[in-house]
């Protein structure tokens, strides 16, 4: 099974501020990388789909990279409305997905 | 516009069974896999579930495997998770959501609370 850990767990930051988040995974999943938002008490929401591609309606601010094992996923300057938990989830591994643990961004 | 409501949580002891119901509009069904997806009280995101379009692959979770089981029934436009055996550590809000072409989760439903307690 492909595991996938995050870095950090969590992180306090400012409005504005550059943020990045990094996504590993147990072995090579080329680009089959997603990135979602979670706010608390709501359900996921899909930001980046196949390691780069923005999801439509989510804000040019938030940008994804990678391929292989390593991925990255940037605000490149924090909102309000950013603060929730971010999940990274690999689909190579054809309908069966795995998430990354979580990293909270908290308001610093 | 895209939608799928899930019901069918609740309260349940330990070793009871429930069964989830998952009601998709707005796109077609029959078209697209589907995923389950449960969220324990202040944990992760854990992938429970999926089903292909027409029912010929499904998969499992080691954690659920061989105590859940995911159908479909497209006519109705409908996805299920029938659950038995439930454990305490069952306990979470269960999502669906369907599976883009590149396995991505693009739309999710609400969610819908299982408790396992006695």
């Known amino acids: 099974d492909i595991q996938m850990t995050q870095s950090p767990s969590s992180l306090s930051a400012s409005v504005g501020d550059r943020v990045t988040i990094t996504c590993r995974a147990s072995q090579s999943i080329s680009s089959y990388l997603n990135w979602y938002q979670q706010k608390p008490g709501k359900a996921p929401k899909l930001l980046i789909y196949?390691?780069?591609s923005l999801q439509s309606g989510v804000p040019s601010r938030f940008s994804g990279s990678g391929s292989g094992t390593d991925f990255t996923l940037t605000i490149s300057s924090l909102q309000p409305e950013d603060f929730a938990t971010y999940y990274c989830q690999q689909s190579y591994s054809t309908l069966r997905f795995t998430f990354g643990p979580g990293t909270k961004v908290d308001i610093k | 516009e895209v939608q799928l409501v899930e019901s069918g949580g609740g309260l349940v002891k330990p070793g009871g069974s429930l069964r989830l119901s998952c009601a998709a509009s707005g796109f077609t069904f029959s078209s697209y896999s589907m995923n389950w997806v449960r969220q324990a009280p202040g944990k992760g995101l854990e992938w429970v579930s999926s089903?292909?379009?027409?029912?010929?692959?499904?998969y499992y979770a080691d954690s659920v495997k061989g105590r859940f089981t995911i159908s479909r029934d497209n006519a109705k436009n409908s996805l299920y998770l029938q659950m038995n055996s439930l454990r305490a550590e069952d306990t979470a809000v269960y999502y669906c959501?369907?599976?883009?072409?590149?396995?991505?989760?693009?739309?999710w439903g609400q969610g819908t609370l299982v408790t396992v307690s006695s």
């Open positions: 089903i292909s379009s027409s029912s010929s692959y499904i």
């Open positions: 196949a390691a780069s």
């Open positions: 959501a369907r599976v883009a072409k590149g396995g991505w989760g693009d739309y």
